[in-house]
């Protein structure tokens, strides 16, 4: 039995009349789900969100920003056995193996979550003194 998925974008799904696309377990050659086949429209409207989304995130704090990554690692860990198993379905590869590569990426959240309280910006040295070219950072 597979699945039927819409695009998620902007908190809207969308994608419904779009062509699909069929995904298929490579170890067993099965349909596991159908996916919509995004297209240009698609793409920008997903551009904008993921502008409006960076706005937005700009404005938060260092402290507020770990805490999004730190519950994002949480979410991970505790879906970790349904998130291996996709991709163990998707991708063919063992279990186990699925098991140590979110274990791996999600290392990084974690880690990265800690980073964001330590942003502290920092400049660039200009090539020529008197170029007027100057460089901040927004993240």
Do not use: C
């Not at 699909?20 to 429209?41: R, Y």
């Not at 904008?48 to 938060?60: G, I, R, Y």
């Not at 920003?65 to 198993?85: C, F, G, M, P, T």
Request: proline share 4%.
């Amino acid at each position: 039995m597979s699945t039927s998925f819409s695009m998620l974008i902007n908190g809207k799904e969308t994608g419904g009349d779009r062509p699909s696309i069929e995904v298929v377990n490579p170890a067993t050659g099965k349909t596991i789900a159908t996916v919509p086949d995004g297209g240009a429209e698609e793409a920008r409207l997903a551009v904008d969100a993921a502008t409006d989304a960076f706005q937005k995130w700009s404005m938060l704090s260092a402290y507020e920003r770990s805490s999004y990554l730190v519950k994002w690692h949480v979410l991970i860990n505790e879906n970790l056995e349904d998130l291996a198993q996709t991709m163990t379905e998707e991708q063919g590869k063992p279990l186990a193996e699925a098991r140590g590569e979110m274990n791996y990426a999600n290392g990084f959240i974690s880690w990265y979550a800690e980073e964001a309280k330590r942003i502290y910006g920092e400049t660039i040295p200009q090539a020529v003194q008197a170029s007027g070219f100057s460089s901040i950072n927004n993240l």
